[in-house]
């Protein structure tokens, strides 16, 4: 690859990541309508109120996370390598990253998971489920 072809390259990562940085920054203040479109202040400000972030849908309430929880935070069940193989199906890293939903397809397998880390542990439908710690590629670039 070219000098020119460098720049240009990263010309359009820096762009690419600021559109994604406002489209997140668009669902987390505006959120999406009925159609999946996101909501507009403009023609529908009945629809939005003011709150300590600025405006924001009328339904949504403010709060920290905590706020939110039916049940205390927690760490995730740890298992040494030599319970994997078998069993029951625990998620790592790789299947919270994909997208917005976990993909179990290529989930651990681990045995000896007894019942009350089953009960502690077990995912249900509308867990929230989010990575306190995990590895952050860094770029960089080599210049000669």
């Known amino acids: 690859m070219d000098g020119a ?8 990562i820096t762009k690419l990541k600021q559109i994604k940085a406002r489209l997140l920054h668009d669902l987390l203040t505006r959120g999406l309508d009925e159609n999946g479109q ?3 202040a403009e023609p529908h400000p009945e629809e939005f ?3 300590a972030l600025g405006r ?5 309430e403010v709060g920290k996370l905590s706020d939110f929880y039916a049940v205390p935070a927690r ?6 390598a030599k ?3 078998r069993g029951a199906l625990m998620i790592h890293m790789p299947q919270m990253f994909r997208s917005l939903t976990i993909d179990v397809s290529d989930a ?7 019942p009350n880390e089953l009960e502690r542990y077990r995912l249900e439908r509308g867990d929230l489920v989010f990575a306190r710690r995990s590895l952050n590629l860094v770029e ?3 210049t000669a």
Not at 6 to 12: A, P, Q
Not at 108 to 114: D, K, L, T, Y
Request: no cysteine.
């Open 38 to 40: 996101l909501r507009d």
């Open 49 to 51: 109120k003011d709150s």
């Open 75 to 80: 760490d995730g069940l740890y298992k040494p």
């Open 83 to 85: 319970f994997y193989g």
């Open 5 to 12: 072809a460098i720049t240009h390259t990263s010309s359009l």
């Open 140 to 142: 960089f670039s080599i």
């Open 108 to 114: 651990a397998r681990v045995v000896e998971v007894n």
């Open 56 to 60: 924001i849908p009328r339904e949504w």
